[in-house]
């Protein structure tokens, strides 16, 4: 509803600081507008970035969250400073994307989420990471994800 007011709410409509980690970052949620309908909820960050644990060198990704809400919907600013957090953690880039996908899920119990992390390459290797919850519900709609498999990916 326009102008309601979700209550609760840390982030929103406030000038907030980028959490030093992932860890101390606050995932904040609304309800659902819409609970009981199978809806896909796209999130695309296509510049992610992220420290390798080993090197403290920068990692780049191009990631896609799909959700069909349970009850509730992940607050976008709350997502954006959880996603930016990374930019100072270091972790591998399945790990990178295995904290996301879990966040969520504890945050939101959706009724099924998949992830797709486009890592662009590091020593000519690009990795991609893909999860998923479990087979979305029979009649969603579950577009493509619309990232090319790599080829000089930009």
């Not at 990631?63 to 600013?77: A, F, H, M, R, T």
Request: proline share 10%; with cysteine.
């Amino acid at each position: 509803m326009v102008g309601s007011d979700p209550g609760g709410l840390t982030q929103l409509g406030r000038q907030v600081e980028t959490p030093a980690s992932p860890e101390a970052a606050i995932l904040e949620k609304v309800p659902s507008p819409h609970a009981g309908t199978d809806y896909v909820v796209r999130f695309t960050a296509p510049e992610f970035t992220s420290l390798c644990p080993m090197t403290g060198q920068p990692d780049f990704a191009h990631i896609v969250i799909d959700y069909i809400p349970g009850d509730w919907l992940v607050e976008s600013k709350s997502l954006k400073l959880f996603l930016t957090s990374f930019r100072n953690h270091g972790a591998f880039h399945e790990d990178c994307t295995m904290m996301i996908a879990r966040r969520l899920v504890d945050l939101l119990a959706p009724r099924w989420l998949r992830i797709g992390a486009y890592w662009y390459p590091r020593g000519g290797i690009p990795i991609d990471v893909f999860w998923q919850t479990g087979a979305p519900p029979e009649g969603a709609w579950v577009p493509d994800q619309g990232v090319a498999p790599y080829r000089g990916r930009g």
